[in-house]
């Protein structure tokens, strides 16, 4: 498989995921490439992933993640981060959380959204969790909820029919690709941003952030002529 490079006709991206951590494997390389090149990057977060480490409680862990991603953001060039405050864990595909997405779409006015794999599986064949696969599929309704004026009507904003893309990070079926080459130690900076839960993950893959993406980003870069670290997206046009 050959992977086309990336679009760059576009200006403004809104980055949707369901958790602190969920762009940086490898996903935010892509990102400081674009912030570099002048476009302007928002996130936002569903929830502040306050159930995602074990040894700490939730009231503590949320302020604690919201705080390292706001950190990897800033590591890429984002300053702009917004966090919806849906329950992590036990994130609900629906009508509340597509309105709060298409609200923040709206406002943001994004010609890109960027989300997470909302497949059952992972490169690889690894089994997809729930969060993800909520989030994604409303982010995906929620791109055409925004532009439509008669849905959601009391979100607010008025109607936003411009995202002509929505890129999916970490597919299991890609078909674009971004040379993340100049930006990798700035893609590494950003998942070793997320210090307390990567320790908390104990001494697997995560243990060393830099090994960890340089082996996804070169075997990405496999599939995109030119590039010797890349990270995949699969595009969708909308």
Not at 14 to 34: C, F, I, K, T
Not at 63 to 75: D, G, T, W
Not at 157 to 182: E, F, M
């Amino acid at each position: 498989m050959t992977l086309q490079p990336f679009p760059d006709d576009w200006s403004r991206a809104l980055v949707v995921v369901a958790h602190p951590d969920d762009m940086e494997y490898g996903g935010s390389g892509a990102v400081a490439r674009w912030t570099d090149a002048g476009k302007e990057v928002t996130y936002l977060l569903v929830t502040r992933g306050e159930a995602g480490i074990d040894s700490i409680p939730p009231v503590e862990a949320g302020p604690l993640r919201e705080n390292e991603q706001r950190a990897a953001c800033a590591a890429v060039g984002v300053t702009e981060v917004e966090f919806l405050d849906h329950p992590d864990g036990v994130v609900e595909y629906g009508l509340p959380l597509r309105r709060d997405i298409a609200a923040t779409i709206r406002r943001r006015r994004p010609e890109l959204v960027v989300t997470g794999n909302f497949a059952a599986r992972w490169p690889g064949g690894g089994l997809n969790m729930a969060d993800h696969i909520h989030t994604g599929r409303a982010v995906l309704d929620a791109c055409r909820d925004a532009g439509n004026r008669w849905v959601f009507p009391s979100a607010g904003g008025d109607p936003w029919p411009g995202v002509r893309y929505l890129a999916v990070a970490g597919s299991p079926q890609p078909t674009h690709g971004v040379d993340i080459g100049p930006t990798f130690d700035r893609a590494v900076a950003s998942l070793a941003a997320h210090e307390v839960y990567l320790a908390a993950l104990g001494d697997g893959a995560m243990a060393d952030p830099e090994a960890f993406l340089r082996s996804q980003a070169e075997v990405a870069a496999e599939q995109l002529p030119g590039a010797t670290l890349a990270v995949g997206f699969e595009l969708l046009t909308l």
